[in-house]
């Protein structure tokens, strides 16, 4: 039987998320009784706060376990909306904003509301390994705007202008960035607007999951200017910022036309969001990140992580890494290593590497041809600073091996 021909032509076309299948092979190897350290997985390896925690508890007890409203409940709503304006000084009524299953699937809303066959959606240059897949499930077109290294992993004012055509949608990009850890500035953000304010037609999609890991400065929206605040569906969750990953609790803010084909779509496939997630989540979003000793604690570690792996990686020849200000990754350059071999195995490009590391350092890593980028490869330091160095050991053993 040729499954291929029973299989819709939608789901050929989406490729397994390489987080996922680095994940998957991983775990196999410590099936066999190999000893892994997994950088690849994009989880806080913290526990979520304890009142967030008593909050769902008393919600099972209260018996709030019955259909929530589509769209989330009312009391989450509003303290989205709130959180909006106390954190980011953005307004939004409590009608703007859809509660979803994890910011992945405020995300798939979006695209399936206002992507038709044949739109394009820029993506910059590292990109979570999702949105090109996403685009496509929507019936959309990928369309890449790539980044180095050099630029700190971020495009211009210049490389957006070039890229944006009649058939252009939207453009979606997350800052701070998942996988390179990079941050946009005001400035750069602004720059990025006034591109966009002169192209109407296409959509803004920023996602702003790691809103709360952010090491210098404050955060920064592209919402906050007027110019283009019409046309932005802000992507946010608790998955990050409280370590919430297990909840699944996302949430966006748009036009109100735009939150109303959200709410349409959601309440046809999957309804309204787990009721004791919710109240979970309600209890996250309303304390305010100066207040909490948990987010606090977690962003002392990552930055100490970060830089215990930043210090480490740049003293290994032919690794460039950059120095992130943000989320829980570094995303170096290791180019230097294609056409290598250590006599058996010839590296050809980031994946080769990745298994290469795997199979000979039993490091679990991601490669940068998933997000974009084939000349790196992704670390996650959401793991702690014995296995990070015991991580950078191994490989620099590996590494040392190849000629």
Same mark, same amino acid.
């Given at each position: 039987?040729?499954?291929?021909?029973?299989?819709?032509?939608?789901?050929?076309?989406?490729?397994?998320?390489?987080?996922?299948?680095?994940?998957?092979?991983?775990?196999?190897?410590?099936?066999?009784?190999?000893?892994?350290?997994?950088?690849?997985?994009?989880? @806080?390896?913290?526990?979520? $706060? %304890?009142?967030? =925690?008593?909050? #769902?508890?008393?919600?099972?007890?209260? *018996? &709030?376990?019955? /259909?929530? @409203?589509?769209?989330?409940? $009312? %009391?989450?709503? =509003?303290?989205? #909306?709130?959180?909006?304006?106390?954190? *980011? &000084?953005?307004? /939004?009524? @409590?009608?703007?904003?859809?509660?979803?299953?994890?910011?992945?699937?405020?995300?798939?809303?979006?695209?399936?509301?206002?992507?038709?066959?044949?739109?394009?959606?820029?993506?910059?240059?590292?990109?979570?390994?999702?949105?090109?897949?996403?685009?496509?499930?929507?019936?959309?077109?990928?369309?890449?705007?790539?980044?180095?290294?050099?630029?700190?992993?971020?495009?211009?004012?210049?490389?957006?202008?070039?890229?944006?055509?009649?058939?252009?949608?939207?453009?979606?990009?997350?800052?701070?960035?998942?996988?390179?850890?990079?941050?946009?500035?005001?400035?750069?953000?602004?720059?990025?607007?006034?591109?966009?304010?002169?192209?109407?037609?296409?959509?803004?999609?920023?996602?702003?999951?790691?809103?709360?890991?952010?090491?210098?400065?404050?955060?920064?929206?592209?919402?906050?200017?007027?110019?283009?605040?019409?046309?932005?569906?802000?992507?946010?969750?608790?998955?990050?910022?409280?370590?919430?990953?297990?909840?699944?609790?996302?949430?966006?803010?748009?036009?109100?036309?735009?939150?109303?084909?959200?709410?349409?779509?959601?309440?046809?496939?999957?309804?309204?969001?787990?009721?004791?997630?919710?109240?979970?989540?309600?209890?996250?979003?309303?304390?305010?990140?100066?207040?909490?000793?948990?987010?606090?604690?977690?962003?002392?570690?990552?930055?100490?992580?970060?830089?215990?792996?930043?210090?480490?990686?740049?003293?290994?020849?032919?690794?460039?890494?950059?120095?992130?200000?943000?989320?829980?990754?570094?995303?170096?350059?290791?180019?230097?290593?294609?056409?290598?071999?250590?006599?058996?195995?010839?590296?050809?490009?980031?994946?080769?590497?990745?298994?290469?590391?795997?199979?000979?350092?039993?490091?679990?890593?991601?490669?940068?041809?998933?997000?974009?980028?084939?000349?790196?490869?992704?670390?996650?330091?959401?793991?702690?600073?014995?296995?990070?160095?015991?991580?950078?050991?191994?490989?620099?053993?590996?590494?040392?091996?190849?000629?």
């Amino acid at each position: 039987m040729d499954t291929k021909q029973i299989l819709s032509k939608r789901v050929q076309s989406v490729c397994e998320s390489a987080t996922l299948e680095m994940t998957r092979k991983s775990r196999e190897l410590r099936d066999q009784g190999i000893d892994v350290i997994t950088l690849s997985i994009g989880e @806080p390896d913290f526990n979520t $706060p %304890e009142d967030v =925690k008593q909050a #769902a508890i008393q919600a099972i007890n209260n *018996n &709030n376990t019955h /259909y929530p @409203p589509v769209p989330g409940i $009312p %009391e989450l709503r =509003k303290a989205i #909306a709130d959180k909006l304006l106390r954190d *980011n &000084n953005l307004v /939004y009524k @409590p009608s703007q904003i859809i509660v979803s299953a994890g910011a992945k699937q405020s995300i798939m809303n979006a695209f399936f509301s206002l992507i038709n066959d044949g739109d394009e959606v820029l993506i910059p240059a590292p990109f979570w390994v999702s949105y090109p897949e996403m685009v496509k499930m929507a019936g959309g077109v990928p369309v890449i705007i790539q980044s180095t290294v050099e630029q700190d992993f971020k495009i211009s004012a210049d490389q957006l202008t070039r890229a944006i055509t009649p058939k252009t949608k939207a453009f979606i990009f997350s800052s701070p960035c998942n996988p390179s850890g990079s941050v946009y500035s005001k400035d750069e953000l602004e720059s990025l607007a006034k591109v966009l304010a002169k192209n109407k037609h296409v959509f803004i999609f920023s996602d702003e999951i790691y809103e709360y890991i952010h090491f210098e400065g404050k955060h920064e929206s592209i919402a906050q200017f007027p110019e283009v605040f019409e046309n932005i569906i802000l992507i946010n969750g608790l998955s990050k910022g409280f370590a919430m990953t297990g909840w699944r609790v996302g949430y966006m803010a748009a036009p109100q036309y735009i939150a109303d084909a959200c709410n349409t779509f959601q309440g046809q496939y999957t309804s309204g969001t787990c009721t004791i997630s919710q109240a979970a989540a309600l209890k996250a979003v309303t304390t305010n990140p100066d207040d909490s000793i948990e987010l606090k604690d977690m962003l002392s570690q990552f930055l100490e992580r970060r830089n215990l792996l930043y210090d480490r990686l740049k003293k290994i020849k032919g690794v460039i890494p950059n120095l992130p200000t943000g989320a829980f990754y570094l995303f170096p350059d290791i180019s230097y290593y294609f056409g290598k071999t250590d006599g058996t195995t010839m590296v050809r490009n980031s994946y080769d590497l990745c298994l290469y590391l795997l199979a000979n350092a039993h490091v679990a890593l991601v490669s940068g041809d998933a997000f974009g980028c084939d000349n790196c490869i992704r670390f996650s330091y959401a793991t702690s600073k014995e296995l990070i160095g015991e991580a950078v050991d191994r490989i620099e053993k590996a590494l040392g091996l190849l000629h």
